[in-house]
């Protein structure tokens, strides 16, 4: 094995634990607002500084491979693709600690009726399985999972689309819970994010196997 090849080894290990990590956070936050242990929550955010460090290690290995080994044709797109999806993964960790700080700010937890009409746990449960589903195809190399993903994030879409109307029904019949309602109002937003950066990451992990470009089309 030459030089080049162990260091992409690496790097693909070292961008598995980064999603994997991700992953741990945004399964952490959800088990944190089903169970209103704010421990969880308080967690993600510590973490949220070695997500942070993770990322920049990673974009530095990519950039001391460009500098050292000069890569083409599909080591080269594993680079190119391995620096845009440590990007997603970042701001993923972030969605998840932006919703950990919601859960953190909650006095009770978040009322059940709410949480049914906005079809919020069936949203939460899943932007986890597309992100799931992202680190297999990384991981296994398969594009056919990959392209799975835009369908799955339609689901995302659908909810977020409903949720304004929802939310304001919901507050016209409980006008003194208002503000857990634009929490869980704010908090779909952000999952449907985690939607996009994850097919963003489907994206580049077919870019990177077959040369194809998929943004814009």
Known sequence: MTHLENELKKLKADTVQMYKLVLTQLNKVFHSLNT?????????????????AMELQID???ENIFALYNPVAVDLRL????????????????????????????????DEA?????????MFKGSI??????????????????RSIFQKDEMLDEINTEANENVSNYIKENIDNTEQALNILSI????????????NIAEEIIFYLEAKVLKHK
């Open 60 to 62: 530095r290995d990519c």
């Open 114 to 122: 709410l949480l049914k009409r906005t079809r919020f746990i069936e």
């Open 36 to 52: 209103f242990d704010k421990d969880f929550s308080r967690e993600v955010v510590s973490t949220e500084k070695r997500v942070n």
């Open 129 to 146: 399985n597309i992100l799931e589903d992202v680190l297999i195809s990384f991981e296994n190399d398969d594009t056919k999972m990959a």
């Open 188 to 199: 779909i937003r952000k999952l449907e994010r985690v939607g996009d950066q994850s097919t």
């Open 79 to 110: 680079v190119l693709a391995t620096l845009k999806i440590n990007n997603n993964l970042e701001r993923i960790g972030d969605i998840a600690e932006g919703i950990a700080r919601f859960i953190i700010s909650e006095k009770v937890p978040f």
